[in-house]
């Protein structure tokens, strides 16, 4: 398979990457082509923004929690998907182009992804204060790691005219790649931000007028013509797509997805729906019932703090969740669900009822309290394995519980938690029967042994009869964009 692709990478975090790689992107879809977005890493808000900009579904793409036949599957699957095949691929990077999940091997790096792709890099790089020692810079990154293609540098918060010639010649005068764009700073727009990075996608308006904005940004400050050029020497990647699962019985699950419940990675849905699992979306927010005849119901993170006052008065939806709870059904609740199933959240002051379901309560603090890679080990058998299997995800949050519910109302820990940072393992995951609710965000689409025992446990549940009731927020039911199954 031959996709002109590229990836966009960072000297280091804070350069501006993301926002380059949506005007880039702009640019490439007001001049009619079909591009497919990708982000490097377990980040679930940039893909949100590549989604808006491209008009087609933006995947993750993680060395650290995938496999390498994963990525390279889903990577071709996801271009060859949707109406059209995809005529370009831009890959935002993360964080910097060596950085990842080990501080001696590329594990979970950009350039990781890069060498898997074989893709051509643009780095970014701050040229604020700098002129021949761009060179410099650029020529430790280029002779790094050979297996990494640096094939063009984009200087982003540059200076005036002869700022950007400095530049241009130093770089050309070493014999190092060349200069691809010049941003001045302030050049690009805007997007507003908080505690857990941009603020999405989904609370905010991506019009033509934005996007326009960032298209006129790269077209005046980017070689968009050499950018393009550089994408089409990129060769063929191995084919490493896999037959589909057997769809089997179908069966019903409820996720809750709003602007409280949003962070989801995508290919995980089209993994379940291939399973013959039918998503039912609803909001916790707005939603006074359950869909009807769900066997589970899958709540994901977000941001149930910063709504917090808005989901505890919605009591007959806190009332539901209960009730479904208290059946033995499945319930996954990650990260910003765990915080809903508690009985309440400390936030800003005041103090906010949830479910109630976990016998705790959640407070947000100023300090971040965890970031970074974790390897799970099962220490029961739960919906997603047997005692002694492992998962890998990602930890990012400000809250913390109150009390370890464990040992309460017959919970009790699922999890030993191995940080990948530190190396310190810790007892989390909150089991009581087939409810399992944690910080970890995990990635299960790479996982086809935890996807088929959650699906088993779903299809022996009992659904849950809740009265149909019309749902007035048709854009939470958007069946996702289908693919071929990257499973391997």
């Known amino acids: 398979m031959t996709v002109p692709r590229l990836l966009i990478a960072g000297a280091h975090s804070g350069v501006g990457k993301s926002s380059l790689t949506l005007a880039l992107v702009a640019a490439l879809r007001a001049r009619g082509l079909e591009v ?3 982000k490097v890493g377990p980040d679930y808000l940039d893909p949100g923004h590549l989604r808006a900009v491209s008009g087609r579904e933006c995947y993750n793409l993680d060395g650290w929690m995938c496999s390498r036949d994963y990525c390279r599957a889903m ?6 998907a949707g109406e059209r095949r995809a005529d ?5 990077g993360v964080m910097g182009l060596f950085d990842g999940g080990s501080a001696t091997t590329l594990d979970g790096s950009s350039a990781e992804i890069a060498t ?5 890099v643009a780095l970014v790089v701050n040229s604020h204060g700098m002129a021949r020692s761009v060179a410099a810079l650029v020529h430790g990154y280029a002779t790094f790691e050979s297996r990494v293609n640096i094939a063009a540098v984009i200087a982003n918060f540059c200076g005036s005219a002869s700022h950007i010639e400095l530049l241009r010649s130093a770089l050309e005068q070493a014999q190092l790649p060349p200069l691809a764009g010049a941003v001045p700073r302030g050049a690009l727009p805007q997007l507003p931000s908080r505690h857990l990075g941009l603020v999405s996608a989904a609370e905010q308006q991506w019009d033509d007028t934005r996007r326009r904005a960032f298209a006129t940004a790269a077209t005046t400050h980017l070689n968009v013509e050499l950018l393009c050029r550089l994408t089409t020497a990129a060769p063929p ?6 037959p589909p699962p057997q769809p089997g019985t179908p069966v019903r699950l409820a996720v809750a997805r709003d602007a409280a419940f949003q962070f989801y990675y995508p290919d995980l849905f089209l993994e379940l729906e291939q399973r013959g699992v039918e998503l039912c979306f609803f909001s916790p927010l707005r ?3 359950l869909p009807p005849d769900c066997a589970g119901l899958y709540l994901g993170g977000g941001y149930p703090e910063v709504y917090a006052a808005e989901l505890a008065a919605n009591r007959a939806m806190l009332e539901q969740v209960r009730e479904f709870c208290a059946g033995n059904r499945p319930v996954y609740a990650e990260c910003g669900g765990l915080l809903y199933l508690c009985r309440g959240i400390d936030c800003d002051g005041g103090a906010h009822e949830f479910t109630g379901v976990l016998p705790c309560r959640a407070q947000l603090l100023t300090k971040r309290q965890a970031l ?7 220490e029961h058998a739960t919906i997603f394995g047997a005692a002694g299997d492992t998962l890998r995800g990602h930890e990012f949050h400000y809250s913390r519980l109150s009390d370890d519910p464990a040992g309460r109302d017959g919970w009790r820990h699922a999890y030993r938690v191995r940080h990948n940072r530190s190396g310190t393992i810790c007892a989390e995951g909150y089991q009581r029967g087939n409810i399992l609710a944690s910080y970890v965000h995990l990635h299960l689409a790479s996982r086809p042994q935890a996807l088929d025992m959650f699906v088993a446990a779903l299809r022996h549940a009992e659904p849950a009869g809740f009265a149909k009731v019309p749902c007035d927020a048709a854009e939470r039911r958007e069946t996702p964009q289908r693919w071929v199954s990257p499973t391997v």
């Open 88 to 92: 370009i691929a831009i890959i935002e």
């Open 116 to 120: 898997w792709l074989d893709a051509p």
């Open 36 to 38: 497919q977005t990708f």
């Open 237 to 242: 990647l191995p084919a490493t797509a896999t």
């Open 372 to 378: 970074g890679y974790v390897e799970v080990t099962l």
């Open 287 to 289: 939603d006074s019932h």
């Open 75 to 80: 990577f071709a699957s996801a271009c060859a």
